[in-house]
């Protein structure tokens, strides 16, 4: 672990050893008293050629970095997990083949300001482009970091009636940029509001700013989430380094409001493309109560090229995951359709060989083994549930095998289900 003084509160950098615990838990404090220009970071961090170059550019996407992080980076490593996340270099700047302004069609199934709809009962309300500090990867730089970019009253007023609008909608993902770094008056309202909407089954928030600066998870937050549950928390981790006391303690805070938390990692070059380092995070979040939930393939966006990995290695790594650690603490894989078609999941293949009469498998330690097929299986004999119908209709039930789609290509569904949108 990078050297600081650990004090009641953490690690700190000497920089900023002399400032008051109250100051330094306050989660506005660590806010105002980021770092983004050249000067300030070199006295924290001994910045490469490469740092100093990107910190001069005029094309920069935002940098901003809470004391707290930086006081987890290694400032004499460049090879720092930590600091390559949040520090740019000039590799940020090239440009590589695949390059894609907006990696998952985001634009395109932007039916509102900040709303992206692609499946049929859930969607994405963006309701900032802040955040606590600015990922080098970010798969929304398109707009995130730009206050120009910020969206206002209006935006959430005409988002919150797209969602009223929209029966089928179950399930709203809060994201951004950051909610949680947006005024907790704001995001106690907007979520207070979709909440009233009868059909929202479950309202969920998308965050890093606790990796950041887990003071943010203080008792106005958990208080709002309370309020409005079924309520789920999504966290995004990328190293164990990341996994601190502090954002233990928030994570501990988090879980007694009873959101379930989960949490999503990019996977990236050199940061965590290892099965050690995976491994390591996957059991760590486990430990704090952490469901991991996706890994992702990093995107093909701008400034990200030079984090991509092989989909080979994101195979390998959940290879080297499922079977050798809790179940619990194994993440689907998964990349973001560069054409908008969602998340596709992609696994390492345990079926060898399969018939209606048997399965050839193979376990996680590689032994072979074979499933007989029961004779005369009949699907279709499960009788129609008896409920009362949900809140907002479930997508139709029938499922397009991969032979359907080999006889009849058509297009994948959209937000309205069946032919598109
Ligand atoms: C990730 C995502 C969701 C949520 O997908 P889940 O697999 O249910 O977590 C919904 N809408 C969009 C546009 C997404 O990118």
Known sequence: MPSGVRSESGARHPRWADVPETEW???????????????????????????????????????DITPYF???????DPRCPL??????????????????????????????RGIIHKYPDRLVMLVTSSCTSYCRYCTRSRFVGDG??????????????????????????????????????????????????PHVEIIRLGTRA????????????????????????????????????????ACSRLARTGA???????????????????????????????????LYQCDSVRGAGHFRTSVTKGIEIIEGLRGHISGYAVPTYVIDSPGGGGKIPVAPNYLLSLSPERAVLRNWAGE????????????????????????????????????DMLSAPRSPAGPEGGGGA
Request: glycine share 4%; aromatic share 6%; hydrophobic share 35%.
């Open 83 to 112: 600091r390559r996340q949040v520090v740019p270099t000039s590799r940020e700047m090239e440009a590589f083949d695949g390059w894609l302004p907006d990696a998952n069609s985001e634009v395109e199934h932007e039916p509102v």
């Open 368 to 403: 072979v083994s074979e499933y007989q097929g029961p004779a005369g299986y009949r699907s279709g004999t499960t009788p129609p549930l008896r409920l009362p119908e949900p809140s907002a209709p479930l997508p139709p039930s029938d499922v397009r095998t991969v032979s």
């Open 260 to 294: 379930p938390i989960g949490a999503q990692a990019v996977l990236l070059a050199g940061i965590n493309d290892s099965v050690e380092v995976q491994r390591r995070l996957c059991t760590e979040l486990v430990r704090i109560r952490v469901r991991p939930y996706y």
């Open 70 to 76: 930086l006081s987890l980076i290694d400032g004499d």
């Open 210 to 249: 606790p990796v950041f600066n887990p003071f943010v998870v203080d008792d106005e937050l958990c208080d709002i989430i309370e309020a409005n549950h079924p309520m789920w928390v999504n966290i995004h981790v990328n190293h164990p380094y990341e996994i601190t006391p502090e954002l233990a303690a």
């Open 25 to 63: 838990t306050d989660p506005r404090w660590q806010m105002t008293h980021r770092l983004r220009r050249a000067s300030q970071l070199r006295e924290v961090i001994k910045l490469t050629e490469e740092e100093e170059s990107a910190l001069g550019s005029d094309d920069l996407f935002r940098v």
């Open 148 to 197: 120009q970019q910020n969206y206002s009253r209006t935006d959430w007023r005409e988002q919150i009636r797209y969602i009223r609008e929209s029966p089928r909608v179950r399930d709203v993902l809060i994201s951004g940029g950051d909610p949680l770094s947006m005024a907790r008056k704001r995001l106690a309202e907007i979520v207070a509001e979709i909440r009233e909407i």
